[in-house]
Every structure is written in C-alpha cells, then in structure tokens.
C-alpha cells in the first residue's frame, strides 16, 4: 500500500509537470491533418512517465518471491523503451523494428523458462496442443504480434489505455496474481484523463512497455498458475488483432507495402462519423459486452466471439459505405 501511494503521489506530480518533462525529453507528435488531425504538437513522454512507474515496480515484484524472473523482464522493458524511444526519434523502419523486437523477445524467454508457452489449451474445447521445439519460434512470436497489433490500435485519445483498463479488469476476473498489475493503476486513471485532455501521448515507447507488461502477465500466469486459456486470451486480444489483420490485408490486396502507414484503421473510419474524443467508447463497449457475455451470461465462449466479430464486421462495412450518415 506504501508503494501505491508513493506511486500515486509521483504520477501526480509528474503528468502536472508534463510541460516540463517534455523540455528534459523533447518528442512530440507532430498533426499533419491526415492520420494526426490534433491541432497542436503533443509530447509522448506517456511512456518515459511509464517507465518511471516500472522500475519501483518491478524492483517490488522481484523482492516478492513470486516464481517469474524479474531480472530478466527488467532488462526486457529496458531494452524495449530504448528501441521504441530511437523508432519515436528517427522513426526506425517497420521491419527492422519487427527485427530487433523479435530478436529481444527471443533471448527473454530463452533465459526465463516460466516465458516459454510449451503448449496451448483450449477451455471450451477441451483439448491441449503441445508446440515442443516450436515454443522457441511460437512464444516470441505471439507477443510481436500482440505488439504489433497494439501500435496500430493506438491511434486515438483513451483507446490504448482504457483497452490495458479492460485487460485488468479480465485478469481480475480470471484470477491472476492481483499483485502483477495493481500498481500500474494510478499511471492508467492519470494518464487517461490527461490523454483525453491532449496533453499527452503514450508514443511508441508506452505502447510498447504496456505490450511487454501485458505478454508477461498473461504468459507467466498461463504456465504457473493456468487461470488462463488460449481461447479466452483470443476473446480480449481479438478486436485489435482483427483490425491489424483486416488492414493488412487490405493494403496487400491494394497492392500496398503493408507497413506503410495509412488511416484505413477502425478508428480512423470512425473519425468520419463522429469526434474523435467519443472514438474509445466504440472499443471499449465492444470489449466490455463481449465480457459480459462469456463471464456474466455465460454465453458459449464461441458464440460471444462470432457476436463480437459480426459486431465489428458490421461496422467496418456500414463505415466504408460512403453514403451512410449518423
């Protein structure tokens, strides 16, 4: 409890002094009135601000004789902001960031074995599928793509952020180790109110570090405590994940570079219709109900992703008919 509150107190001070945390660490995002339609230019120091918060964090969690290696998930964050910090500054290359992400993400769970994902069960279906020598490809595969698929979700005010609230509120429900995530608590209520204000973005730094903390979580629980099953790990994963498929697919089917950035996101179509400070609720309702669904109703798991999946199918295409009106 110490800790929280020695936590909310630093964030506190720290997102007040946001204007002068930009001056020490001066990257912002620049409008250009095509994918970044804000007004002014915004620091990303949302991620300098986060690892400020990981560090006590983690120093925390490694003094508290849980079973993971937090010398090693140090050294992760570490090595992931300094990548993701030069890609803010010079704006790195998609595939060689793939690259240098694929290769960290490799070397973490070659050296922490509760990182390897030895085989993945199904809780509806009932049945386990043991990867053997594949973990070694699969397991830093899998958390690429979930990165991935997080930095092309972060395009809008209180999406990334509330969607990591409702990734807390699902480890919750499934029982994971409470003490893994609580304290990230004060960081996502403060950063969302001043995200929401445009005072403040995650950058490809925060996104990253909040990929990275997710990955291990859900990982590290899956094989210790099994609270967890690939198929409800899809549920909450598989709204930005379809997304970055459905636009990578669509770029390739343009013959477009699929790397190349465009605003052919959910988020972007929905800029069309209504203001982008309202964007967040559409994610976070879909989300929510799709919970809601399985845990509360207790739906069929497959049903609520079919439901969730026409939900958005739906949507992408009344969004892409140009004649449709709100």
Not at 193 to 210: A, H, M, P, Q
Not at 313 to 320: A, E, H, V
Request: glycine share 2%; with cysteine; aromatic share 20%.
């Amino acid at each position: 409890m110490q800790l929280f509150i020695l936590l909310l107190a630093t964030n506190i001070i720290l997102f007040l002094n946001i204007k002068y945390l930009s001056k020490i660490i001066p990257i912002y995002d620049i409008p250009d009135n095509y994918r970044k339609i804000h007004s002014f230019k915004v620091p990303k120091t949302g991620g300098t601000i986060l690892l400020i918060n990981a560090i006590p964090i983690i120093y925390y969690l490694g003094n508290a004789q849980l079973e993971q290696d937090f010398v090693i998930f140090f050294l992760v964050i570490i090595s992931s902001f300094f990548i993701s910090l030069i890609d803010d500054i010079k704006d790195l290359k998609p595939i060689y960031r793939l690259i240098f992400f694929y290769i960290i993400f490799l070397v973490w769970i070659y050296f922490d074995p509760t990182m390897q994902i030895q085989n993945l069960k199904f809780i509806v279906l009932n049945f386990k599928v043991e990867l053997g020598i594949f973990t070694y490809f699969l397991t830093p595969l899998f958390i690429l793509i979930f990165l991935n698929a997080l930095n092309l979700y972060d395009g809008v005010n209180g999406q990334t952020i509330t969607y990591i609230m409702l990734f807390f509120l699902f480890f919750f429900i499934n029982n994971v180790n409470f003490i893994l995530y609580f304290l990230f608590i004060p960081f996502l209520i403060l950063f969302f109110f001043f995200n929401i204000k445009n005072r403040i973005f995650l950058g490809d730094t925060g996104v990253t570090i909040l990929a990275v903390l997710i990955s291990f979580i859900v990982i590290s629980d899956y094989n210790i405590s099994n609270n967890l099953f690939c198929d409800e790990i899809f549920l909450i994963m598989m709204i930005p994940g379809f997304d970055m498929l459905r636009v990578y697919l669509t770029r390739i089917i343009k013959k477009k570079d699929p790397f190349t950035s465009d605003n052919s996101h959910i988020h972007h179509l929905i800029m069309k219709k209504i203001s982008p400070k309202f964007i967040f609720i559409y994610q976070f309702f879909l989300i929510i109900l799709s919970l809601l669904l399985y845990y509360y109703f207790q739906i069929n798991l497959y049903i609520v992703i079919l439901i969730t999946l026409t939900i958005y199918s739906l949507t992408i295409i009344y969004l892409n008919d140009k004649n449709s009106k709100i």
